[in-house]
């Protein structure tokens, strides 16, 4: 194979161009171990340094895995489907939903969470969505998330002490009936939520927890829930690493824009 | 200041875990610049080198920009709203939804956008969603949009090209009443959609088109819409910068649950 296509942009980018293509357009596939450096020198006619910045920069985009001394190989992303929907809304309402979560099944893969409980001084993103006063403390729970035994997200789920402090969200122990339900018991029903979501770089602590490899972003989904009267009463912070999650939504056009 | 708290963690690692919580606490705000290498080598008592380790993680990061000769800065972060649910339903249905506008508003700010129109070959994962046949082909609006000059995100519509030949979608030119009201008119009114987010590094095209700095992920954000008989008839795919963007999104909780 000759690189022609791209003559303005340097050698090593040409390369990693074509790898991409590769890699994106199915040819290379998901464990696929890429030519050698050697290989790829004499197939190009370029240095050894050439070669290496072709491929930092697929490592970098985490496309490419470097696992010396076997070589480079195509990254497999068996991404998992986040669906905030869900929990207002116990089943998808479209075909279309239906299908792609079926896609993305993570059919035979074996679950696992690891909950911590601590009454801690609210992070200040925090104390502002929940509305809360200087001194008010927060019930934290902390959840990572595994399957197959790899860390998968985490979630940090946020409570006004006030509300929480004798219900079963103290205990660190899985809620089959879920945090919600039980703030619903306690007279705090859920009934709207917002979410934000945030693409970034993950901090050295969330690299740590989640074992994430180099070039690797994260989403970071913030949701605030809200009662009836409009009260604040849950932050939830969900890290989704990019290579393992899929975020999605299914929305319906309004009935009353049907017309416009 | 002392860096003692964290002291299994590399010496580079610390002074940038503190350097970090100045900025996310707002303590170093948006613009400031940071201390020179040397005064942080000798309020740390560490070697050149160690700094730089410690301001090169926060680059990476995207949460400091390196300006030589005048130093490093806190990375101003004003981000945008994207809000996928706006094209179905004209305005927020909540007083928070409203609220968290308004805090991102981009108050005064010049909007722009390039458009370029084509007739191409689907790419695989758009003929895909589309349902469409080897050899169909689809046209694609391929919008840049620019804030004050900068470039703020990209925009890739896909479109059957059998059902929006003849159309207005087929000029580059902006639509005043939206593509979506053209494919209505046209007898494809679309009344759901899936929408599908993917957290990346982004691609050297997408840098060099957005202008992206190190450490700058994106949002990819593939929407399809269908008609009220499940035919999909538009693909979009916004590349949304993730220092320039917050994604958001608001949930009520469905009336058949609420006894739940």
């Known amino acids: 194979m000759t690189v022609t296509r ?24 998901p464990d696929a171990k890429l030519p050698t450096e050697a290989e790829m020198r004499d197939q190009y006619g ?14 970098n985009e985490g496309l490419v895995i470097s696992a010396r001394p076997q070589g480079h190989f195509v990254r497999r992303r068996q991404p998992m489907v986040f669906r905030p929907q869900a929990e207002f809304r116990k ?16 059919e035979g893969r074996e679950p696992r969470q ?8 609210p992070p200040e993103d925090v104390a502002k969505r929940l509305h809360l006063e200087p001194g008010d403390l927060v019930a934290v729970r902390k959840r990572v998330r595994y399957l197959d035994g790899e860390p998968f997200n985490i979630n940090d789920s946020y409570f006004p002490l006030a509300i929480v402090r004798d219900s079963e969200i103290m205990r660190p122990e899985d809620i089959a009936r879920g945090a919600n339900e039980v703030l619903a018991e306690l007279g705090y029903r859920q009934v709207r939520a917002l979410d ?10 969330q690299v740590h ?25 849950r932050v939830a912070v969900t ?17 009353s824009n049907e017309g416009a």
């Open 196 to 205: 934000e979501l945030y693409v970034r770089m993950p901090t050295p602590e």
């Open 91 to 106: 089943r998808p309402y479209s075909p279309e939903m239906d299908a792609f979560m079926t896609e993305y099944a993570g």
């Open 6 to 29: 791209l003559g303005r942009n340097p050698m090593y980018q040409q390369i990693a161009d074509a790898l991409r293509e590769q890699i994106t357009s199915g040819e290379l596939e």
């Open 239 to 255: 890290v989704l690493p990019g290579d393992r999650h899929v975020i999605s939504y299914e929305r319906q056009r309004e009935a």
């Open 114 to 121: 690891v909950i911590e409980v601590a009454i801690v001084e």
């Open 46 to 59: 370029v240095s050894r340094e050439t070669v290496r910045k072709a491929l930092a920069q697929l490592v």
């Open 209 to 233: 927890r989640l074992d994430l490899g180099p070039g690797t972003p994260v989403g970071v989904h913030v949701t605030t829930g809200f009662t009836g009267e409009g009260q604040p009463v």
